[in-house]
């Protein structure tokens, strides 16, 4: 395969680069470490999940977890339990580096981000590497894996 350039949205443009059914999308900017996707023993959620209407839940396979930067690994729903009673608010997210590798019906993600987020009443400015498996099920992906840590 013959390098090319995607626009994902938002205007961002990503290099094609791989041979054969591997893929990976970088920033023109930053060429970050590829690695092979591990999907941490998550499982594509069910099909009846796109009907459920539950927003951010629609995203995340049965079975994801999320590892904050303190190492603590988080059942989705635990997660989005928290973030409904208040505990945990996004504000914005500035991206400083992203690379998206894609393999058959897997992918991928890892990036640096500035995250303004209150978490237990205290906001700041996050400064997180952030990596997040994904799973194909037909034509619907979703995050069967997250992971925070600082830089």
């Given at each position: 395969m013959?390098?090319?350039?995607?626009n994902l949205?938002?205007?961002?443009?990503?290099?094609?680069?791989?041979?054969?059914?591997?893929?990976?999308?970088?920033?023109h900017?930053?060429?970050?470490?590829?690695?092979?996707?591990?999907?941490?023993?998550?499982?594509?959620p069910?099909?009846?999940?796109?009907?459920?209407?539950?927003?951010l839940?629609?995203?995340?396979?049965?079975?994801?977890?999320?590892?904050?930067?303190?190492?603590?690994?988080?059942?989705?729903?635990?997660?989005?339990s928290?973030m409904?009673?208040?505990?945990?608010?996004?504000?914005?997210?500035?991206e400083?580096?992203?690379?998206?590798?894609?393999?058959?019906n897997?992918?991928?993600?890892?990036?640096?981000?500035i995250?303004?987020?209150?978490?237990?009443?205290?906001?700041?400015?996050?400064?997180?590497?952030?990596?997040?498996?994904?799973?194909?099920?037909?034509?619907?992906?979703?995050?069967?894996?997250?992971?925070?840590?600082?830089?």
């Amino acid at each position: 395969m013959r390098n090319s350039s995607t626009n994902l949205g938002g205007g961002r443009r990503y290099r094609r680069v791989g041979v054969g059914s591997r893929v990976v999308l970088t920033d023109h900017h930053q060429c970050g470490q590829r690695s092979t996707p591990d999907l941490g023993g998550a499982t594509v959620p069910r099909s009846d999940r796109r009907r459920r209407g539950h927003g951010l839940d629609n995203l995340l396979a049965d079975g994801c977890t999320l590892t904050h930067i303190t190492g603590y690994v988080q059942p989705s729903g635990e997660w989005l339990s928290q973030m409904r009673a208040g505990r945990f608010l996004y504000h914005g997210i500035e991206e400083k580096r992203v690379t998206v590798e894609v393999e058959g019906n897997t992918a991928h993600v890892s990036g640096r981000f500035i995250t303004d987020a209150t978490v237990y009443g205290t906001r700041a400015n996050w400064r997180l590497q952030m990596t997040m498996g994904y799973a194909r099920e037909d034509d619907m992906w979703s995050v069967v894996r997250s992971a925070a840590a600082t830089w």
